[in-house]
């Protein structure tokens, strides 16, 4: 089977299924032909009441993430089902504490992600189906069950088409993100922009920056990793794009910039509202931003959820969410549809310790 990427402009929506307004700043958008969300099986309920088990491990950098908990949790409630959560922190250790605290509490359905990968949380998945729980995945892949997750390469070449014709295919460009290995879908994305440089030959990738993990200071690493990226490249044409793959690395580098009085593209992967604010300012560097609608993927996640707890079939399939793209003309609109988005996640989500 073949796969294409195809590219249109739309706007980015601020959820599906559930009836949020459209959040009405235009997006170009990237997205595999096949295995998109909106080929899951329509969820018609049968009645039955379903309890639905989700860690609540997002941490204060993670908004995208607690963007989808919430819409996972409203898709559960809305539909006559009951959320059993576990607050937890951002790590795969602590994922996967809160679910098999989870199995013990009474659920019909586990919602596993988003660090954690297939191989790490087969052992509760085993567990799970021999009490008879459903499992589902949430930005994961998850063994014999299906998940919904980020388009990583569709993302990644996302980044590579803009970046290329901005920088008309010439020029040295760096990768920063979390460590490598802490999320998988940024070593993906890392990966396939590195390839896609590979063979341009006026283009130069420099070694990648390590970024931390999401329980540490990230914006402070990110500008302090990025001063010592322009301080051992001294020379203001040795670089003409930094590619951070996580908003507050992006933060950081932009910060580190304007303290050093140096000029570069900044491209960012992930919204939030500190992201979007600094974007939208006339002298920030940050001139595009790819984003995950984590919001869709937590509607779809709830439907699926919901679907199996009522004993429906659903394929076992890796669903993919549309990529989100905008500019930095675009960044002020964003930004009130997005906080609008976060005040209703703050607002559910404390009812369960989020």
Known sequence: MQEHIGFNRRQILAGLGAGIAAAGALAATAQSAYALTSEIPRFVSNGKKVKVGLGLCYGPFNQPWRRGCWRIAQTVLDNGGELVTVRGEPSKQSEQDSARQLLDRGIDVLVLGIYSQESETAYIVEEAHRRGIKTVGFMVPVKDSPSVQ?????????????????????GTIIQTAEDRGF??????????????TKFEPRMKMLPFMTGSTSTSDQISKGRENALSLLQSNPDPESLQAIVSWWWPLTVGASQALTQMGRKALVVNHYFSDQ?????????????????VPYHTAGDKIGEIALALGQGQEV??????VPVTA???SEAAGALQDLKAMDQKAIELLKTYGG
């Open 275 to 291: 992201l979007l604010s600094e974007m939208a300012s006339p002298d920030s560097p940050i001139a595009f931003s790819t984003d």
């Open 315 to 320: 394929p076992n399939h890796t669903y993919r």
């Open 150 to 170: 980020e388009d990583t390469w569709a993302t990644g070449t996302a980044m590579g088409y803009w970046l290329q014709n901005k920088l008309s295919r010439q």
């Open 183 to 196: 999320y998988t879908p940024f070593d993906q994305e890392v990966d396939q922009l590195e390839v896609m």
């Open 326 to 328: 905008i500019e930095k």
